[in-house]
């Protein structure tokens, strides 16, 4: 998951057959995901006492993680197919939690409106985000450029203050994308991506348990 190395190679390297290594795949995958498990989306939750973002006072920086290529979930921004994912990171850099993939051809306010993470970020004590989720009145974001006019200065000024606290979020879902399986073409049937999303989360989870 790490490297998503083709099973072809696996199978070369092993010295058996492409659908044995299929067949392994299948079995090892849902044990990626208990590695972190201990309750309802704790596969998808930091396991080393970050639970605090549940907690009121606490401030976060969310962003959208482009997953997996595949066709019918068309990403226009991005000019291709995926699916997509909020993170939720604390300002320190250090992710939180991660939501559940969904289509890409919905916009992040759709994916935010509902879900778990709303839930969290609207317990928490100040969030900061993209221009994605302008429209919110608990997310900070920064000042979309007017069509009639150039940003003014203070207002340069806001954004520059802003990007810095989001800083730290970037460079948590750069670290993410290092797991290929969740940022590159998937290869296996589209129906078995939400199991292999998981799998590779709760190892992530995992591995930082240890970090």
Same mark, same amino acid.
């Given at each position: 998951?790490?490297?998503?190395?083709?099973?072809?190679? !696996?199978?070369?390297?092993?010295?058996?057959?492409?659908?044995?290594?299929?067949?392994?795949?299948?079995?090892?995958?849902?044990?990626?995901?208990?590695?972190?498990?201990?309750?309802?989306?704790?596969?998808?939750?930091?396991?080393?006492?970050?639970?605090?973002?549940?907690?009121?006072?606490?401030?976060?920086?969310?962003?959208?993680?482009?997953?997996?290529?595949?066709?019918?979930?068309?990403?226009?921004?991005?000019?291709?197919?995926?699916?997509?994912?909020?993170?939720?990171?604390?300002?320190?850099?250090?992710?939180?939690?991660?939501?559940?993939?969904?289509?890409?051809?919905?916009?992040?306010?759709?994916?935010?409106?509902?879900?778990?993470?709303?839930?969290?970020?609207?317990?928490?004590?100040?969030?900061?985000?993209?221009?994605?989720?302008?429209?919110?009145?608990?997310?900070?974001?920064?000042?979309?450029?007017?069509?009639?006019?150039?940003?003014?200065?203070?207002?340069?000024?806001?954004?520059?203050?802003?990007?810095?606290?989001?800083?730290?979020?970037?460079?948590?879902?750069?670290?993410?994308?290092? !797991?290929?399986?969740?940022?590159?073409?998937?290869?296996?049937?589209?129906?078995?991506?939400?199991?292999?999303?998981?799998?590779?989360?709760?190892?992530?989870?995992?591995?930082?348990?240890?970090?």
């Amino acid at each position: 998951m790490r490297q998503n190395i083709i099973e072809d190679v !696996w199978a070369d390297i092993f010295d058996v057959d492409q659908s044995t290594i299929s067949r392994y795949i299948t079995f090892l995958t849902p044990l990626g995901r208990e590695s972190n498990k201990r309750g309802p989306a704790d596969d998808r939750r930091c396991s080393r006492g970050h639970q605090g973002c549940d907690r009121a006072g606490r401030r976060y920086a969310v962003a959208m993680l482009v997953l997996g290529r595949r066709k019918q979930a068309v990403v226009r921004k991005y000019k291709t197919t995926g699916h997509g994912s909020l993170i939720v990171t604390n300002l320190q850099g250090r992710i939180t939690f991660v939501s559940e993939p969904v289509t890409g051809n919905r916009h992040d306010m759709a994916k935010l409106k509902g879900s778990e993470v709303e839930k969290i970020l609207k317990k928490a004590g100040g969030v900061f985000g993209d221009k994605g989720f302008i429209g919110t009145d608990y997310i900070t974001t920064p000042i979309r450029k007017p069509q009639c006019r150039k940003l003014l200065q203070w207002e340069h000024e806001w954004n520059n203050q802003v990007s810095s606290f989001r800083a730290p979020v970037e460079r948590a879902v750069a670290t993410l994308k290092t !797991w290929r399986i969740l940022f590159t073409d998937y290869r296996r049937p589209l129906k078995t991506f939400k199991s292999s999303f998981r799998a590779a989360i709760g190892l992530y989870f995992f591995k930082e348990s240890f970090a």
